[in-house]
């Protein structure tokens, strides 16, 4: 899921410098403390590919001290004063904004996300997530059940205990709060596990919370690898429930786990395959549905859950919508993601930019079209970078029409009816987000029921806001859902108290 929009004032230097690295060994009870082993694991820059810093390398006995200070935190009681977490959630969110230029640079320099985006989108985010669930505290509470006379039910939710988080690196920092924010307003207490590939700033709000009046063990942070911290994580028997987002394929591993282990809750937000619907009636829109279209595809170079990779348009306007979404994707600025007039920056890593030409090589070999990019660009820089590609000439059954690329790479693929449409945009094993553009409320309303995804938008990208609960059907996740009051109740228990009234 990618931040919501938001605007900030920007201030006049356009190069930032690479920021200073203070914060890279776990954080577990209120304390940054080395791995137990010892080890460390490297932190590139996708950049350039120099190293930014050596980070503690958490493993299972890393997750286990954390998962022990969590439930000792959550047992002492004092997170679970509503007060308490509303106090220091709102003061996190202070200390977020305060803190914002430290916190973007090093999303940017260690994501490779373009600084404008961390500065007005992902940290800006960080810190409303952080308040409007501080603020929803005392809006969720129980029920009474209509009992019959003589009886009395009273329906409360209670948090789980203390929940798991693994997420991906590609808004670090949003990421780690679509899930810690709720979970803590819940009154949990967590042990997260940030992506090895940009764990920085995951360390440094841990710091953050701790600041802001977090008692120790309710906010751990254990860096490490996938298959060792991160499995530790959906194994560990005091971890009562697990949010993941990340692969579909690591998702599974993530059910394997808790069905091995004590059968935790698992949340799941997993991968997708966007269509983007353009239907005939939209002729007279085909430049800024063209701009729409380049910005769901290419933001954040793709690598985006919802990111729109297939678009699928009505075959009166494929051309010339075709032309002008080449003509959106060349203009986009890639570059250094520490400079403010960069709109793109690399791909997260070497293996990134691997994959990523491997579909577009092998879709054009099998008769697809390039209309713009096609090709690894700034190689003199040491980064991974590739340009926002478009192709054409693409039929259904090839894989860059079906798999998740997880970078800017759009498919276009042609329709003549409606029906064809909504059976294109369903034949995916993802269901995570669509867009569909009509003026017709008839057939956009039609589209957006018969669309098996989590989120539908009409006339223009979107995941919806916070307000708004967002997450998959189908292979791109289920088990709970990011943003909206939705979040906070999945991770609590429902419980019923039964009285006899004598
Ligand atoms: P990934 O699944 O490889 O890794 C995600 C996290 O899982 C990382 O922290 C990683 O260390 C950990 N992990 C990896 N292997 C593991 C294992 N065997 N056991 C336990 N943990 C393990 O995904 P990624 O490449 O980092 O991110 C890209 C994927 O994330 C894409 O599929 C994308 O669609 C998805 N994503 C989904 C959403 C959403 O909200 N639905 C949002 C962002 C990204």
Same mark, same amino acid.
């Given at each position: 899921m990618s931040s919501h929009s938001n605007s900030t004032s920007l201030a006049t230097v356009d190069v930032l410098p690479v920021p200073t690295v203070t914060r890279t060994q776990a954080f577990i009870d209120g304390a940054f403390v080395d791995a137990q082993s010892g080890r460390t694991f490297p932190t590139y820059a996708p950049s350039t590919g120099h190293l930014l810093?050596? &980070?503690?390398? @958490?493993?299972?006995?890393?997750?286990?001290?954390?998962?022990?200070?969590?439930?000792r935190a959550f047992d002492a009681g004092s997170w679970s004063h509503a007060d308490v977490r509303r106090a220091a959630m709102t003061r996190l969110a202070d200390l977020v904004e305060e803190n914002a230029q430290e916190l973007a640079a090093l999303d940017a320099i260690d994501a490779g996300k373009p600084i404008t985006d961390c500065e007005t989108g992902d940290i800006p985010e960080v810190a409303h997530l952080f308040r409007w669930y501080a603020e929803a505290i005392d809006k969720v509470f129980g029920k009474v059940s209509p009992t019959s006379e003589g009886h009395l039910g009273i329906i409360t939710r209670e948090p789980v205990g203390v929940v798991g988080i693994v997420v991906p690196w590609n808004y670090p920092a949003v990421m780690l709060t679509f899930k810690a924010a709720p979970a803590l307003a819940a009154g949990n207490c967590v042990v997260a596990k940030p992506a090895e590939q940009a764990p920085l700033s995951a360390l440094r709000l841990a710091e953050l919370a701790t600041e802001a009046g977090f008692p120790p063990g309710v906010f751990n942070v254990v860096p490490g690898d996938g298959p060792t911290a991160g499995r530790a994580v959906g194994m560990h028997p005091l971890i009562d429930a697990v949010a993941f987002?990340?692969?579909?394929? &690591?998702?599974?591993?993530?059910?394997?786990?808790?069905?091995?282990?004590?059968?935790?809750?698992?949340?799941?937000?997993?991968? @997708?395959k966007s269509p983007q619907i353009v239907l005939a009636d939209m002729k007279a829109d085909l430049q800024v549905i063209a701009e729409d279209l380049a910005g769901a595809a290419f933001g954040n170079a793709g690598q985006n859950c919802t990111a729109g990779s297939r678009v699928l348009v009505a075959n009166v306007l494929r051309e010339e919508l075709t032309d002008r979404l080449a003509q959106a994707a060349s203009k986009i600025r890639l570059g250094d993601p520490m400079d403010r007039s960069t709109e793109m920056g690399p791909l997260i890593e070497r293996t990134a930019l691997e994959r990523v030409s491997r579909y577009v090589d092998e879709a054009v070999a099998l008769g697809a079209r390039v209309r713009v990019g096609g090709s690894a660009v700034l190689e003199d820089t040491g980064g991974h970078f590739y340009p926002p590609t478009v192709v054409d000439q693409v039929t259904p059954d090839m894989a860059i029409a079906r798999e998740e690329i997880f970078g800017p790479v759009v498919a276009v693929l042609g329709f003549d009816t409606e029906e064809e449409a909504l059976q294109l945009a369903n034949d995916s094993e993802y269901g995570l987000a669509a867009t569909v553009w009509s003026h017709d409320v008839d057939v956009s309303f039609r589209m957006a029921r018969g669309i098996r995804a989590g989120t539908v938008a009409i006339n223009g990208y979107s995941e919806g806001d916070i307000t708004t609960p967002f997450g998959g059907h189908r292979t791109s996740g289920f088990g709970g859902r990011d943003s909206g009051i939705e979040a906070m109740e999945q991770y609590t228990e429902l419980k019923t108290t039964w009285f006899t009234l004598r």
């Open positions: 810093a050596m &980070v503690a390398d @958490g493993g299972v006995e890393d997750v286990d001290l954390a998962a022990l200070a969590a439930r987002t990340g692969s579909t394929q &690591v998702g599974r591993e993530f059910l394997r786990y808790a069905a091995e282990s004590n059968m935790k809750n698992v949340v799941l937000e997993l991968g @997708g």
